[in-house]
């Protein structure tokens, strides 16, 4: 309901979420934003030609825009996460692209949804699956980490365990992580990923050492 309310009516659990002080300063500035929908259709109205020329107004509500996403998409989101996977922890983990063992059937994710993935985690790690897994030639399961929803399993790698194997990189190492041709798949839901990543989907590349070493397995799936 917060998020649905009208740009003229403030989002209570801003002042829950924001530093006090902080929280003053954006009441003094007139920046405390309304619903985030709302904020949002505004500022495609604003943008839209010959419905506003004033600059200020406009900078005014791109931070409008950066407070609501900020707090609600970010923060929220984080510490949502917290309560339903998992806090963060200090460790030591694995980056780079050695993370992607062609022993194992590599399921990359991209993204930032981590509640998606922490269900495909579980689903790995069943012993139904593990079974499937052999069956195919391989010794398991593993998620591949790969843009802003990799960085954040990293950072929970209690709560997932063995079934992950690391973070690949950010986005714009995505499509050199596929080329690889040691994906088996991909999960993705919404951004971070790239439109043209789609064309990898069945193909097998002639780099692929995963393919060499389990000639059992079929192509990537998408």
Known sequence: MDLLRDSDEPMELLKKLA????????EKLGIVP?????????????????LSSDCTDMLLHCLRLGISTGMYGLLLTNLINDILIGQPA??????????????YINIMVTGHQESLYRSLARKMESS????????AGA???????????????????????????GH????????????????????????CTFPGSRKYAGRRTSVSYAWTRWPRRKGPCW
């Open 19 to 26: 530093l006090e002080k902080r929280y003053s300063l954006w």
């Open 34 to 50: 309304g619903g985030a929908k709302s904020e949002i259709l505004d500022g495609i109205v604003k943008t839209s030609t010959n």
């Open 90 to 103: 200090i460790h030591r983990g694995e980056s780079g692209f050695h993370v992607i063992n062609p022993d």
């Open 128 to 135: 139904d699956m593990r079974l499937k897994a052999v069956q």
């Open 139 to 165: 010794k398991g399961f593993r998620i591949i980490g790969c843009t802003c929803v990799g960085q954040d399993m990293q950072s929970r790698q209690n709560s997932y365990g063995q079934v992950y194997a």
């Open 168 to 191: 690949v990189g950010n986005n714009f190492v995505s499509e050199a992580a596929l080329a690889t041709g040691a994906v088996d798949g991909v999960v993705s839901e919404f951004n």
